[in-house]
T-cell receptor, first 112, second 115 residues
Framework: DQQVKQNSPSLSVQEGRISILNCDYTNSMFDYFLWYKKYPAEGPTFLISISSIKDKNEDGRFTVFLNKSAKHLSLHIVPSQPGDSAVYFCAARLNSWGKLQFGAGTQVVVTP | NAGVMQNPRHLVRRRGQEARLRCSPMKGHSHVYWYRQLPEEGLKFMVYLQKENIIDESGMPKERFSAEFPKEGPSILRIQQVVRGDSAAYFC?????????????FGPGTRLLVL
């Protein structure tokens, strides 16, 4: 039962433009959401998170938006840079700790 | 401050052999999680451990798989009698404990290939 979904397997964006990655979830009990970035042959690297009591969190070029009524979150990267080319995973958790449930990932390619 | 360490990075086994994957959490972290990533898929939770305790093993296959996190030393994920379907990347993550909204930090993974 896939409770976290990333419906876009890939995204191509020009350097300097905005990248918008989307994530949908089905379990309204999720309390905490995280975005990870992953390069080939490496482990996921934590990017940014948001708790269910907030609707926006910003950290440098990365902003995460949460729409609880729509069970949707998005990650905005502005401006996109070549080093942002990677797979981005959305993850959700029921409690303050415990297992993460991951989406299938979105491959981002930033072109010059 | 060293990150999460996993070894080996690559492991090749023949069907029927045993695979042992090791994970050393970040300094100061006492909680360890194991995830598996099959080709073209996201990460799937397997097991969550504290020192000497299994907290949640709801993602572990019922047979052949076991995990431990002893008082001293790394966490071990053990796969007995491996089959080709066990070929995957296995990632370990650690966190400090059960605080408020803790982040899990991942190691580089062990890529298991079963021939």
């Amino acid at each position: 039962d896939q409770q976290v979904k990333q419906n876009s397997p890939s995204l191509s964006v020009q350097e300097g433009r905005i990248s918008i990655l989307n994530c949908d979830y089905t379990n309204s009990m999720f309390d905490y959401f995280l975005w990870y970035k992953k390069y080939p042959a490496e482990g996921p690297t934590f990017l940014i998170s948001i708790s269910s009591i907030k609707d926006k969190n910003e950290d440098g070029r990365f902003t995460v938006f949460l729409n609880k009524s729509a069970k949707h979150l998005s990650l905005h990267i502005v401006p996109s840079q070549p080093g942002d080319s990677a797979v981005y995973f959305c993850a959700a958790r029921l409690n303050s700790w415990g297992k993460l449930q991951f989406g299938a990932g979105t491959q981002v390619v930033v072109t010059p | 401050n060293a990150g999460v360490m996993q070894n080996p990075r690559h492991l090749v086994r023949r069907r029927g052999q045993e695979a042992r994957l090791r994970c050393s959490p970040m300094k100061g972290h006492s909680h360890v999680y194991w995830y598996r990533q099959l080709p073209e898929e996201g990460l799937k939770f397997m097991v969550y451990l504290q020192k000497e305790n299994i907290i949640d093993e709801s993602g572990m296959p019922k047979e052949r798989f076991s995990a431990e996190f002893p008082k001293e030393g790394p966490s071990i994920l053990r796969i007995q009698q491996v089959v080709r379907g066990d070929s995957a990347a296995y990632f370990c993550a650690s966190s400090p404990g059960q605080g408020i909204r803790e982040t899990q930090y991942f190691g580089p993974g062990t890529r298991l290939l079963v021939l």
